[in-house]
């Protein structure tokens, strides 16, 4: 089975201070994204990349940075924490042949206070 | 511009009746749609897909979707439903914009009720 973690599954930060979420995934999968999910609002995907040191922007970008420097670990990183993303934040995985069949993390869930 | 609707915020219904969940999507070309569902305090897990070929998609825990490019839909649905099957669904449609990145437009979900 495919499994992907997450490095917490809830997180209490202040705001402006700088947040960090891992991903992990053992299936050695090519495709890693990072979204967050709010109620009425479904996913939005926030960065994705295709390959180490790859990524590319999703929908909503803006206050997130992403690093991906071995093809197991994904990391999305909060500058400076705001209110407005407290969130779920949901880490997937896939593979290059199919990368739409995508492999989700239990989710973290950041309140920023 | 490219996008998934699911109109019902929620649906209930009684255990061993049949169940729906309503998608529908905007893209241009042909589409490539999914489904994965969200139980309780768990992530989500992919449980089908259409890309060609046949209408009627089959999945996982006995769920099926129907694509119908006239009604640009792809509901989801079961003959019997679960108490187990509660859960959060998200109906998705691959980015045609961004092929084969895996990019995916999620609606905003449908919660499913099935009571006893």
């Known amino acids: 089975d495919v499994k992907v973690t997450q490095s917490s599954r809830y997180l209490v930060k202040r705001t402006g201070e700088k947040v960090f979420l891992e991903c992990v995934q053992d299936?050695?999968?090519?495709?890693m994204f990072w979204y967050r999910q709010d109620p009425g609002l479904g996913l939005r995907l926030i960065y994705f990349?295709?390959?180490?040191?790859?990524?590319e922007k999703g929908d909503i970008p803006e206050g997130y940075s992403v690093s991906r420097e071995k093809k197991e670990r994904f990391s999305l990183i909060l500058e400076s924490a705001s209110t407005n993303q407290t969130s779920m934040y949901l880490c997937a995985s896939s593979w290059g042949g199919s990368p739409e069949t995508q492999y989700f993390g239990p989710g973290t869930r950041l309140l920023v206070l | 511009a490219q996008s998934v609707a699911q109109p019902e915020d929620q649906v209930n219904v009684a255990e061993g009746n049949p169940l729906t969940v309503k998608c529908t999507y905007s893209?241009?070309?042909?589409?490539?749609l999914f489904w994965y569902v969200q139980y309780p305090n768990r992530g989500l897990q992919f449980l089908l897909k259409y890309i060609t070929g046949d209408n009627l998609v089959k999945g996982s825990y006995g769920f099926e979707a129907e694509f119908n490019k006239s009604q640009t839909s792809f509901h989801l649905k079961k003959p019997s439903a679960l108490v187990s099957d509660s859960a959060l669904y998200f109906c998705a449609v691959r980015d045609m914009g961004s092929s084969n990145t895996g990019k995916l437009i999620f609606g905003q979900g449908t919660t499913l009720q099935v009571k006893p």
């Open positions: 299936m050695d999968h090519e495709n």
């Open positions: 893209v241009s070309g042909n589409p490539y």
């Open positions: 990349s295709y390959d180490v040191k790859m990524k």
